[in-house]
């Protein structure tokens, strides 16, 4: 039951669209990702989606519209809803989604994380 320092835990990784463990409860994982460029078009079947902008901003782009999500900011994404996040410049993001959500949901490809790392 030690308390999480979010900023020394994403002082302790560099890349992108590689999201680290931070934690887990309810079978649900805490993961901190820094995102930067655009990401890949993806959907999950089985899961919602929590994105949490600790520092930057992004945009969702969703096949019908494009939300920004800034600082302090938190969008949540259905399951079943296609979605690929976009930024301009790096951003860190928290997220809260359960622990066997693949990053890239049903589309597999070079962005795609098979075994999250814990930090």
Not at 11 to 39: M, T, Y
């Amino acid at each position: 039951m030690d308390k999480i320092n979010i900023l020394e835990k994403l002082a302790l990784f560099d890349d992108h669209w590689s999201p680290r463990v931070i934690g887990e409860l309810n079978g649900q994982h805490v993961r901190l990702a820094k995102f930067s460029g655009e990401f890949v078009w993806h959907s999950h079947t089985d899961a919602d989606e929590l994105f949490l902008v600790i520092n930057g901003w992004f945009e969702m782009q969703f096949r019908d519209r494009v939300v920004r999500v800034d600082e302090g900011e938190l969008i949540i994404v259905p399951r079943d809803v296609e979605h690929c996040p976009r930024a301009d410049d790096e951003v860190h993001v928290l997220l809260f989604e359960p622990a066997e959500t693949v990053n890239t949901g049903s589309t597999r490809s070079d962005r795609t994380v098979g075994e999250l790392e814990t930090i």
